[in-house]
Structure formats: structure tokens, C-alpha cells
């Protein structure tokens, strides 16, 4: 078999295949309605911080997503569900106050320590998503209201 014709079926199989898996689908992470155990609900939180979480970091730690065109694309669509569920492993804000004690205070820690370290949000997100970069004022903004939490937990 000649190399053209080997790399002309490889390719009509990588095709076939792409063709394929867009009939496969995933759940998306749209809740119907709000959670009794969102954060906001149990613990003060300014409008100006919700809107920092709302924008920042809901998309992955909450139980809505608001899921970009790209997102009806396989394989992109198995990504974005496997970093969304990952994310609410990590820290769900819609289900913050089923974690206990020490729990919260430990997310709310990591919350501080991921922001102000810069980890989060991602790069790979605020890259597409510009308006989710937080500005020091908005990290520090963040920093305090987890400040004020963890007293409120305390």
C-alpha cells in the first residue's frame, strides 16, 4: 500500500470518527431551580462579590453553566463537561452549605489561595472568557468577603 493512500484512508477515518462521536452527548450542568444550599442564601454576600462569582467562577463551581457555542462541538462538549464536574468536586458554591464546618472554612481558604495566587480563574478560560479576569482590586475584594465568612462560620 502506498504512503498517499494510507494517509488519504487515515484521514477518511479521522473524519468518520469526528462525524461519529457528535451523536454522543452529555448532561449539561443546568439546574432547574435555585439551590436552598447556595452560599448566598446562608452567608452574606455583596452584590459586587456575587457578580465576581457569577462571572469568575460559577460557570465551573455552581450548578449553572453558561455554556459557549463551542460546546455543541464533540470532543470539545466531553472537555468542558469533564472540567465543569470537576470544578463542583472541587467547590460548589450552590452546595456550600451542605459541607461542614471544616470544610467551609478549608474552601474558603483555598478560595483566597487560588485567587491570590492567580490560579484561578483559569488562563484557559479567562483567554475566551476576558471579562472573568480579576483584577488585584477584585482579588482583594474577594479576599476580604471570604474574611468576613469564615466569621460568620466561626
Not at 21 to 50: C, G, L, M, R
Not at 72 to 82: C, G, H, R, S
Not at 116 to 127: A, K, Q
Request: with cysteine.
Amino acid at each position: 500500500m502506498k504512503k498517499s493512500s494510507i494517509i488519504k484512508t487515515g484521514a477518511y477515518f479521522v473524519i468518520v470518527l469526528l462525524i461519529v462521536i457528535q451523536f454522543f452527548d452529555t448532561d449539561k450542568n443546568i439546574s432547574a431551580t435555585p439551590s436552598e444550599n447556595a452560599i448566598e442564601k446562608h452567608y452574606q454576600v455583596s452584590s459586587h462579590v456575587q457578580g465576581l462569582l457569577k462571572t469568575s467562577c460559577y460557570d465551573c463551581h455552581s450548578n449553572n453553566t453558561a455554556y459557549p457555542w463551542y460546546n455543541n462541538i464533540q470532543p470539545v462538549k466531553w472537555w468542558l463537561a469533564d472540567h465543569v464536574n470537576s470544578g463542583k468536586r472541587h467547590l460548589n458554591f450552590d452546595e456550600f452549605n451542605t459541607y461542614s464546618k471544616e470544610k467551609k472554612l478549608k474552601k474558603l481558604d483555598e478560595i483566597t489561595e487560588t485567587v491570590r495566587s492567580g490560579e484561578m480563574p483559569l488562563t484557559s478560560y479567562t483567554i475566551i472568557h476576558r471579562d472573568a479576569k480579576l483584577s488585584s482590586a477584585d482579588q482583594s475584594e474577594i479576599e476580604k468577603w471570604v474574611g468576613e465568612v469564615k466569621k460568620q462560620i466561626d
